[in-house]
């Protein structure tokens, strides 16, 4: 049954491309954006368009549907969408066309949702501007979209604004908007950004599922490749705004031709521990150099043949990740965490461990007997009476000097409000932090937080270097001259130009901005940091730098990290130890490897299969696993 109305693929257009680009080029005063970009979508069909954040991707997106007229932005080329010019059409075919013929779900549905209107009542609008229907159709109609993407109980949630619905349910909301008018195409442009691997999973399934019953054309634009992977039969990687590869997903991830797509996938993390952990940040910071970002490799780097190795040769087998090259194997002493470099171009591959793992097993005696930051039976309510709740409950656990715990769940499953509690940020209902076994009230500045957002989390009307300088003045240095010399060395430190103290965040890449939140955190010359979420919303390779930023500062310094993240893949890459949130309480807790090759609770086997997979039959076959899981 088709729920949406949409147009039968079989019917006489259905030898026409829904989509063709020919010679796309998008130009924004001097920058090109996009350069000469061709491709076709068939009705019905499944294109993704993977690449870094700047590669052009959401730029095509847009000019799909004519988004850039306007802007000041000069398009060139031929752009056909569902039959419509897109370049030659009048305003009034342009409105017709989106939301009509083609609608985009965004990726962030808190700055594409009104938060003053109730979300049925935004379908609801959609609906009646392109319909024309009445209000009373139109409210039946947001009802029904809402249900069909699985919002429970659609009639009395669609009168609920948006701040009254979870992330993933937000996203849901918007491609119940979209669906509203049965479009023949679907742009996602990084719909599952930020979602937990749970989340992503049931948006994943949805579009399935939708393009299944009705027929519509998806264009899905994502940094993620095991997104793609998913989601569609057809890739088209993107580098500098051109087409580097095109072809069936299965191919182009299975036998890449281009050495830049393989890059790419090297540099996706893998729960099996392949990927590039830490060991591809050397990859990576090329792939940053190549895209104009100004990354340098800090003092002490250990490097070779261009990947940067920050563990040592014994951790990789204690993560269940493998090392190749000659670690030692021209005679030469292996100590410590330089293990894993090798001797004569050896490359360290697969999971680069840090912390107490990598230190070998005469170490591990020594960081086990070294608590440097303990929870005891941790607790912390929000409400008052019948609607307080406990966002974390009765949870305990230790951190040792050097190593990396990781800590993983669902959003919602309390792990922010943990990090914050270990921080000193939010006072526990009930339990204790202890700093070296000493219970403290408020900020330790011997632990600090590197946040999720950095946009957020740095004050866009102060410059960078005043935001890094904050800690130092917080700790009673005045001297303004011995302030500078020193935020300078810590930006240097980080990767960055330190006579860049003086730029502001929004000049920036968001892998940039992370690390000035990196060096910030590193001015208070902490013991132990709690990263929330470091990494969410980057992509691979920039991902993949600050991950081997964070272990190459671990190594020199000896730094203790909680490294709290929903991707399970990434933790497995940098933890010693994971912990298994759900619901406010730890239900899994042990060694990195233990945890993943051999899951005890129900919940953690669920967030492992709930993974995407790089491989397209793997892929369809853990979807279908799904379908009967939630048919049971």
């Known amino acids: 049954m088709n729920l949406t109305g949409a147009a039968d693929p079989a019917g006489p257009a259905a030898g026409t491309a829904l989509v063709e680009v020919t010679d796309l080029s998008v130009d924004f005063g001097t920058l090109r954006a996009v350069d000469g970009l061709s491709f076709r979508l068939p009705r019905g069909g499944a294109l993704a368009l993977v690449g870094e954040s700047g590669s052009g991707k959401s730029t095509v997106a847009s000019a799909l549907l004519g988004l850039h007229r306007g802007t000041g932005a000069r398009v060139g080329g031929s752009v056909r969408v569902a039959g419509t010019d897109v370049r030659s059409a009048s305003e009034e075919e342009l409105r017709r066309l989106r939301g009509g013929k083609a609608a985009m779900v965004f990726q962030d549905p808190l700055s594409s949702l009104d938060p003053y209107y109730a979300i049925g009542d935004q379908i609801a609008e959609v609906y009646r501007t392109h319909a024309r229907a009445s209000r009373r159709a139109a409210r039946a109609r947001a009802v029904e979209v809402l249900d069909r993407v699985g919002i429970p109980d659609a009639a009395r949630r669609s009168r609920s604004r948006p701040h009254e619905f979870s992330g993933g349910m937000r996203q849901r909301a918007l491609i119940a908007m979209a669906l509203a008018c049965a479009p023949e195409l679907l742009i996602a442009d990084e719909p599952t950004t930020a979602l937990d691997v749970t989340v992503q999973a049931q948006i994943l399934d949805l579009l399935h599922t939708l393009r299944e019953e009705t027929g519509m054309g998806l ?14 039969e057809d890739v088209l990687v993107m580098r500098h705004g051109r087409a580097v590869e095109h072809g069936p997903v299965a191919g182009v991830l299975g036998a890449p031709a281009a050495e830049y797509t393989r890059e790419l996938l090297a540099a996706v993390p893998r729960l099996d521990g392949g990927g590039a952990g ?10 940053a150099g190549a895209r104009g970002e100004d990354v340098r490799v800090s003092p002490g780097a250990s490097s070779v043949a261009g990947a940067e190795v920050t563990g040592a040769a014994g951790a990789a087998g204690a993560a269940g990740g493998e090392v190749t090259g000659a670690a030692g194997a021209s005679g030469a002493e292996v100590t410590g965490a330089a293990g894993a470099a090798g001797v004569g171009g050896g490359v360290a591959v697969g999971v680069v461990a840090v912390g107490a793992a990598a230190s070998g097993g005469a170490a591990e005696g020594a960081l086990a007997a070294e ?4 929870a005891s039976g941790l607790r912390r309510e929000f409400g008052r009476g019948r609607r307080a709740f406990a966002a974390v409950d009765g949870v305990s656990l230790t951190v040792r000097r050097g190593e990396t715990l990781g800590v993983v769940g669902e959003s919602g499953s309390g792990k922010t409000t943990l990090g914050r509690m270990l921080v000193g940020l939010l006072e526990p209902t009930a339990g204790e932090v202890r700093f070296e076994g000493r219970a403290g009230a408020g900020v330790n500045p011997a632990v600090q937080m590197v946040f999720q957002d950095p946009v957020s989390s740095l004050n866009p009307r102060r410059s960078v270097g005043e935001s890094v300088a904050d800690p130092l003045r917080a700790r009673g240095e005045r001297d303004e001259q011995r302030i500078r010399r020193r935020v300078g060395e810590l930006l240097e430190r980080v990767g960055l130009d330190g006579a860049h103290h003086d730029r502001y965040p929004h000049e920036f890449s968001g892998g940039q901005r992370q690390r000035v939140g990196i060096a910030r955190a590193l001015a208070a010359d902490p ?3 709690v990263c929330d979420e470091p990494v969410s919303a980057l992509d691979v390779t920039t991902q993949a730098q600050v991950v081997a930023l964070l272990g190459e500062l671990q190594r020199d310094l000896g730094i203790a990290l909680v490294f709290i993240a929903h991707d399970l893949a990434v933790v497995r890459q940098v933890s010693d130890r994971v912990a298994v949130m759900r619901r406010g309480r730890i239900v899994e807790e042990g060694p990195a490897a233990e945890v993943y090759d051999t899951p005890r609770d129900p919940y953690t086997r669920q967030l492992l299969a709930a993974v995407p997979a790089l491989d397209p039959g793997a892929a369809a076959r853990r979807r279908a696993q799904r379908r009967e899981l939630a048919a049971v």
């Open 278 to 287: 830490h060991g591809g940040a050397g990859r990576a910071r090329g792939e």
């Open 371 to 374: 608590v440097v930051l303990e």
């Open 527 to 529: 013991r132990v940091i």
């Open 219 to 232: 264009l899905l634009v994502t940094h993620d490749v095991g997104v793609a992977a998913e989601s569609v």
